[in-house]
């Protein structure tokens, strides 16, 4: 599984550059209930400029991040009273899509916390114990997009914008084909019921709820090798953001073509990697 959200979106969609060099100085949240494992990542961040504070628990997290502005959040899954799923899923809430805080899941068990991590709202993971190297990585791209006030996951593709990247939605996977297409199998069968909430957001001109979900969508998509659908979601994103409706509603037409040819195009393919 993807661990790097410096090469989540290896294909020309990542607008994180861990080479550039980094002026800006981050306010860092730790969700972290050990407290060996919260030393432990102190002493990884010791030597770097960045706030760095931590949280034991979900509840905690929420307080400290409604009451203050963070830049980044690492988000333990497996903590007591509220887990790092339900307390990703309750800060989104929060958000009302009026701003999207890069929430970074740590979890020992990749393959399967993967897919439920996205669905609650997080932008990647990262594998425990840390890498510190990777874990240093991604604090880097994440100052480099503060400095360039660059929109994560779809803002930087490239003009070209593969309708299907199977390669590099499994590389995004860590090669893990396998659970790729079962994640992919799960998404896709969402395909009818994420568009009825765009549709529905739209209709009910709850402008704040369609934005979220477009920001949702966006990174599932670019995630699984959807890089046009990704790409027209961000389009939406930010037409509905600007107040630019008529462009936003000609924007859900032609997401509403490239949802059933994807579903098609999907089908194809899981049939034929079957058969073979």
Request: aromatic share 8%; proline share 3%.
């Amino acid at each position: 599984m993807p661990s790097d959200l410096l090469r989540i979106q290896n294909q020309g969609s990542d607008p994180f550059n861990p080479e550039r060099s980094v002026a800006a100085r981050l306010n860092i949240l730790i969700v972290e209930d050990d407290d060996l494992n919260q030393r432990m990542i102190n002493i990884m961040l010791r030597n770097t400029n960045h706030i760095i504070k931590f949280a034991s628990n979900g509840i905690d997290a929420i307080q400290s991040i409604t009451s203050e502005d963070f830049d980044l959040v690492f988000m333990d899954i497996q903590m007591p009273q509220m887990d790092g799923l339900e307390t990703t899923r309750r800060i989104r809430e929060w958000e009302k899509g009026e701003k999207h805080l890069l929430i970074i899941g740590m979890t020992a068990i990749i393959d399967s916390a993967y897919g439920r991590c996205l669905q609650a709202g997080m932008d990647d993971i990262i594998p425990k114990p840390i890498d510190i190297k990777k874990f240093q990585g991604m604090i880097t791209a994440c100052a480099n997009r503060k400095m360039n006030k660059t929109d994560t996951h779809a803002g930087d593709q490239p003009e070209d914008f593969p309708v299907f990247d199977v390669a590099g939605g499994i590389k995004r996977f860590g090669g893990d084909r396998e659970n790729y297409e079962i994640l992919l199998k799960e998404f896709v069968s969402s395909f009818s019921e994420r568009f009825k909430e765009l549709l529905t957001a739209w209709e009910s001109n709850n402008w704040q709820r369609l934005s979220s979900h477009a920001h949702r969508l966006k990174g599932l998509s670019s995630n699984f090798g959807f890089m046009e659908l990704s790409r027209k979601t961000f389009e939406l994103e930010q037409y509905v953001n600007e107040g630019q409706f008529d462009r936003a509603s000609q924007k859900l037409d032609e997401m509403d073509i490239s949802l059933n040819n994807l579903r098609s195009e999907v089908q194809a393919y899981l049939e034929k990697t079957t058969n073979d």
